[in-house]
């Protein structure tokens, strides 16, 4: 069946390096979108992307999709304590497209 | 404005017991989910609905769980009776888009502990 990977699964970073979360579909996606769950919280919205090959932008956090709409990525430059968290990508397949899959999550801890 | 209500927020019951969670979502939400989200796992979709239509349950164990939403507003998860494994957080969803087009908002979630 369709699965949305996400690597890596765990990340330690001392603060100030950057930071890269990579999500591979294996199918197209029609969309993709990224959200934050910090620890004993909910997931909450990032961001959306739609058009192959976009990239944007948001501080110090920048989301690419890819051009062939089956992967995507999330880079944090110089990370602090508030970037910790578990962050997913998710999207609806583009061949049915309210059949959404969430990755399973990268979870990034900053040493101060 | 409120964002999604979610109750109860934690719930301990034993093996074979019935449990509900209660879901409010954002005023003028027509789309709503119910997602179960297990520790160090992503959400995994139960059941989707547009409005108080069910529209996707494909992953809704139906032997156990049901799910209904009224008037196409509140919603309730039951589970009757639940097992060991279902020990999980549920988290429910609104959106204003219909289908994957736009933002998920999430509400904190019930975390159900099965004994």
């Known amino acids: 069946g369709q699965q949305v990977m996400q690597i890596p699964q765990y990340q330690h970073v001392q603060e100030g390096e950057d930071f890269t979360t990579y999500c591979n579909s294996s199918t197209t996606l029609s969309n993709i979108q990224w959200y934050k769950q910090r620890p004993g919280g909910h997931p909450v919205f990032l961001i959306q992307?739609?058009?192959?090959?976009e990239v944007k932008k948001q501080k110090r956090l920048t989301f690419q999709f890819g051009e062939a709409k089956k992967n995507s990525s999330l880079h944090i430059t110089a990370t602090q304590t508030t970037d910790v968290g578990t962050y997913f990508c998710a999207g609806p397949l583009e061949s049915s497209y309210d059949k959404v899959i969430f990755g399973p999550g990268t979870s990034l801890s900053v040493i101060p | 404005e409120a964002g999604v209500v979610q109750s109860p927020r934690y719930k301990i019951i034993e093996k074979k017991q019935p449990v509900a969670f209660w879901c409010n979502p954002i005023s003028g939400h027509n789309t709503l989910y119910w997602y179960l989200q297990n520790l160090g796992q992503g959400p995994e979709l139960l059941i989707r609905?547009?409005?108080?239509?069910?529209?996707?349950d494909s992953q809704l164990p139906k032997d156990r769980f049901s799910a209904e939403r009224l008037k196409g507003v509140d919603s309730t998860l039951k589970i009757q009776p639940a097992e060991l494994g279902d020990s999980a957080v549920y988290l429910c969803a609104s959106s204003l888009h219909r289908g994957f087009a736009g933002e998920l908002f999430f509400g904190e979630g019930s975390r159900l502990t099965v004994l």
């Open positions: 992307l739609v058009k192959s090959g």
């Open positions: 609905y547009e409005n108080e239509e069910a529209v996707d």
